[in-house]
Nanobody, 121 residues
Framework: QVQLVESGGGLVQPGGSLRLSCAAS????????MGWYRQAPGKQRELVAA???????NYADSVKGRFTISRDNAKNTVYLQMNSLKPEDTAVYYC???????????????WGQGTQVTASS
């Protein structure tokens, strides 16, 4: 059974910083891309940032220059460093991982449970 567990969310003043972590555990053969999505109330879930196993990254235009995604392949963990947070960054943040549970299985996308990030004074 694969689990993705997120941590690091919370309340921060506008202009502040937070660092999210997401660790994958369980039966894992290999992990390809990992990423972060977010969903604000009344809005659709949107991509924030993604990173391949080789380290190539992709960001939403709204977070470029403020957020940095990284990963530790040895720990099956992905991080999201969020700086200069704005009220419009307030949302539930979800991590995901595209992974194989064993050498004979298809690659599937797994999701974390979500962590709340609130930027407010």
């Amino acid at each position: 059974q694969v689990q993705l567990v997120e941590s690091g969310g919370g309340l921060v003043q506008p202009g502040g910083s937070l660092r999210l972590s997401c660790a994958a555990s369980g039966s894992i053969f290999s992990i390809n891309a990992m990423g972060w999505y977010r969903q604000a109330p009344g809005k659709q879930r949107e991509l924030v940032a993604a990173i391949t196993s080789g380290g190539s990254t992709n960001y939403a235009d709204s977070v470029k220059g403020r957020f940095t995604i990284s990963r530790d392949n040895a720990k099956n963990t992905v991080y999201l460093q969020m700086n200069s947070l704005k009220p419009e960054d307030t949302a539930v943040y979800y991590c995901n991982a595209d992974l194989q549970e064993n050498s004979g299985s298809y690659r599937r996308r797994y999701w974390g449970q979500g962590t709340q990030v609130t930027a407010s004074s």
